[in-house]
């Protein structure tokens, strides 16, 4: 069928265009600001009509609200008994049969109840819902899936049901678009037209008949004197939708590990062969993470007013809400639900450790303090030589890595110089490197040459 109802939450859809044939927001919700609707008549359609002694013909009939709008349209509109019927049976309407709205908003069983008052409002009981089918009154009155449209499938041949429904006229409050609906179609043309039987449609007014009621042979009623429609205005264009925003690319970033000699000892230090200590440096070395950024978008949700009484819940939303300048408001009628597009920005620290088997210090005589030994000192002392010129020294340290992702290495080490004489004194190291860099290599050389003295000579360059 073209026409069936069993939708659990009201749905918006247009037809094969891109756009749809009237004004809408952005959840696809006709935009009455914009459009102007004119009364133009009524279709009644009786699908069971009965000879009742002492009150005559009566029964119950399909009605339907034919409007016309300042675009050229024409807005079917069936008032809630119809909505029910169609629903539970799939019947759909002469003239309607075969033709695709361009338009149409359609709601479920359990919308349009719950609009009504509840089950109790439209004379489902606990009985009738154990005398008509198999399933739970409790999953009829939750809604479980399938369970109320299980009701009225196997409630959809039963007379006295829906006569009572339309001799009390529980469902008569009709859903004039005016002010309210729980369903409507859209059509470029009246689907009611008489002039549509040559299209090929069913004959104008023919009741069809459905299963297990009773369809009779009634002519229809008298086609209603429609009022001209409005000129139709252009087509507003609609407001676009809020695209997604172009965040920047990843990247990866680094500072340079970096290593001080911090101090020295002692302040003129002394060879070990005269009972002098030599030199102990002080050194700190550090190696920083490296950052690793990217970006993710994401949808900002705002929380907005919306008239859940006329269109159901907002079709994206992350449930009820009260903005911030309104904590005690009604949050049944405010709704979280999209805003704007933004960048969302992630970041990780990933350590880049010092690898203590690369950290030393390097200390190397000083070619005229190598020969000054060999010449002016051997002199003075005979037999007086170079001992051990060039220094490596290590240290038992480790590494600390700190929360910010930074490895930091505070060592001593000691040079037991056995010769005198101006030496340059550095300290080197090495890291591990990480999935994004390769190990990077460091160093740092005091600024001036170190002086390691005798204890009865003066040093001279």
């Given at each position: 069928?073209?026409l069936?109802?069993?939708?659990?939450?009201?749905?918006?859809?247009?037809?094969?265009?891109?756009?749809?044939p009237i004004?809408?927001?952005?959840?696809?919700?006709?935009?009455?600001d914009?459009?102007?609707?004119?009364?133009?008549?009524e279709?009644?359609?009786?699908?069971?009509?009965?000879?009742?002694?002492g009150?005559?013909?009566?029964?119950?009939?399909l009605?339907?609200d034919v409007?016309?709008?300042?675009?050229?349209?024409?807005w079917?509109?069936?008032?809630?008994l119809?909505?029910?019927?169609?629903a539970?049976?799939?019947?759909?309407?002469?003239?309607?049969?075969?033709?695709?709205?361009?338009?149409?908003?359609?709601?479920?069983?359990?919308y349009?109840?719950?609009?009504?008052g509840?089950?109790?409002a439209?004379?489902?009981?606990?009985?009738?819902?154990?005398?008509n089918?198999?399933i739970?009154?409790e999953?009829?009155q939750?809604?479980?899936?399938?369970?109320?449209q299980?009701?009225?499938e196997?409630?959809?041949?039963?007379?006295?049901?829906?006569l009572?429904?339309?001799i009390?006229?529980?469902?008569?409050?009709?859903g004039?678009?005016?002010?309210?609906?729980?369903?409507?179609?859209?059509?470029?043309?009246?689907?009611?037209?008489?002039?549509?039987?040559?299209?090929?449609?069913?004959?104008?007014?023919?009741?069809?008949s459905?299963p297990g009621?009773?369809?009779?042979?009634e002519?229809?009623p008298p086609?209603?004197?429609?009022?001209?429609?409005?000129t139709p205005?252009?087509?507003?264009?609609a407001t676009?939708?809020?695209?997604?925003?172009?965040?920047?690319?990843?990247?990866?970033?680094?500072?340079?590990?970096?290593?001080?000699?911090v101090?020295?000892?002692?302040?003129?230090?002394?060879?070990?062969?005269?009972?002098g200590?030599?030199?102990?440096?002080?050194?700190e070395a550090?190696?920083?993470?490296?950052?690793?950024?990217?970006?993710?978008?994401?949808?900002?949700?705002?929380?907005?007013?919306?008239?859940s009484?006329?269109y159901?819940?907002?079709h994206?939303n992350?449930?009820?809400?009260?903005?911030?300048?309104q904590?005690?408001?009604?949050?049944?009628?405010?709704?979280?639900?999209?805003?704007e597009?933004?960048c969302v920005?992630?970041?990780?620290?990933?350590?880049?450790p010092?690898l203590?088997?690369y950290?030393?210090a390097?200390?190397n005589?000083?070619?005229?303090?190598?020969?000054?030994?060999?010449?002016?000192?051997?002199?003075?002392y005979?037999?007086?030589?170079v001992?051990h010129?060039?220094?490596?020294?290590?240290t038992?340290?480790?590494?600390?890595?700190?929360?910010?992702?930074?490895?930091?290495?505070e060592?001593?080490?000691?040079?037991?110089?056995?010769?005198p004489?101006?030496y340059?004194?550095?300290?080197?190291?090495?890291?591990?490197?990480?999935?994004?860099?390769?190990?990077?290599?460091?160093?740092?050389?005091m600024?001036?040459p170190?002086?390691?003295?005798l204890?009865?000579?003066?040093l001279?360059?």
């Amino acid at each position: 069928m073209a026409l069936a109802l069993v939708l659990t939450l009201a749905a918006p859809a247009w037809g094969q265009d891109d756009d749809p044939p009237i004004p809408v927001d952005e959840y696809g919700i006709p935009d009455r600001d914009q459009i102007d609707l004119t009364h133009v008549g009524e279709y009644t359609d009786c699908v069971l009509c009965v000879d009742i002694p002492g009150i005559g013909e009566t029964g119950f009939a399909l009605q339907y609200d034919v409007y016309a709008d300042n675009y050229g349209n024409t807005w079917v509109v069936p008032n809630n008994l119809t909505v029910l019927y169609m629903a539970a049976t799939g019947y759909v309407p002469p003239g309607m049969a075969g033709q695709i709205p361009a338009y149409n908003y359609e709601s479920g069983l359990g919308y349009v109840i719950e609009q009504l008052g509840g089950l109790e409002a439209v004379g489902i009981t606990p009985e009738m819902a154990q005398e008509n089918s198999s399933i739970q009154w409790e999953a009829i009155q939750n809604n479980e899936e399938g369970a109320l449209q299980g009701f009225f499938e196997a409630t959809a041949s039963n007379v006295d049901f829906w006569l009572a429904l339309s001799i009390t006229g529980a469902l008569e409050s009709g859903g004039s678009p005016a002010s309210n609906f729980t369903s409507m179609w859209v059509y470029d043309h009246n689907p009611f037209d008489p002039d549509a039987a040559a299209a090929g449609t069913p004959e104008f007014g023919t009741p069809q008949s459905t299963p297990g009621l009773i369809s009779t042979d009634e002519p229809p009623p008298p086609e209603p004197t429609r009022t001209p429609r409005p000129t139709p205005t252009p087509m507003p264009t609609a407001t676009p939708m809020a695209t997604p925003v172009e965040c920047p690319p990843e990247s990866i970033s680094q500072q340079p590990p970096q290593a001080i000699i911090v101090d020295t000892f002692p302040p003129n230090p002394v060879v070990v062969g005269q009972g002098g200590w030599g030199l102990d440096i002080n050194v700190e070395a550090v190696s920083y993470p490296v950052i690793h950024r990217w970006w993710t978008r994401a949808r900002e949700w705002e929380c907005s007013w919306w008239d859940s009484a006329t269109y159901g819940p907002p079709h994206a939303n992350h449930g009820h809400c009260c903005p911030d300048d309104q904590p005690d408001c009604d949050s049944s009628d405010y709704y979280e639900i999209p805003g704007e597009w933004k960048c969302v920005e992630h970041a990780e620290a990933i350590p880049d450790p010092i690898l203590m088997e690369y950290f030393g210090a390097t200390a190397n005589l000083h070619a005229s303090s190598i020969e000054w030994i060999q010449t002016d000192l051997a002199g003075k002392y005979p037999g007086a030589e170079v001992h051990h010129a060039n220094w490596y020294v290590s240290t038992e340290a480790e590494p600390v890595l700190y929360g910010d992702g930074r490895c930091v290495v505070e060592a001593k080490l000691w040079f037991p110089f056995e010769d005198p004489g101006y030496y340059d004194v550095s300290v080197h190291g090495q890291t591990a490197g990480t999935i994004y860099t390769p190990p990077r290599s460091f160093g740092y050389a005091m600024p001036t040459p170190q002086a390691v003295y005798l204890l009865d000579t003066m040093l001279e360059e």
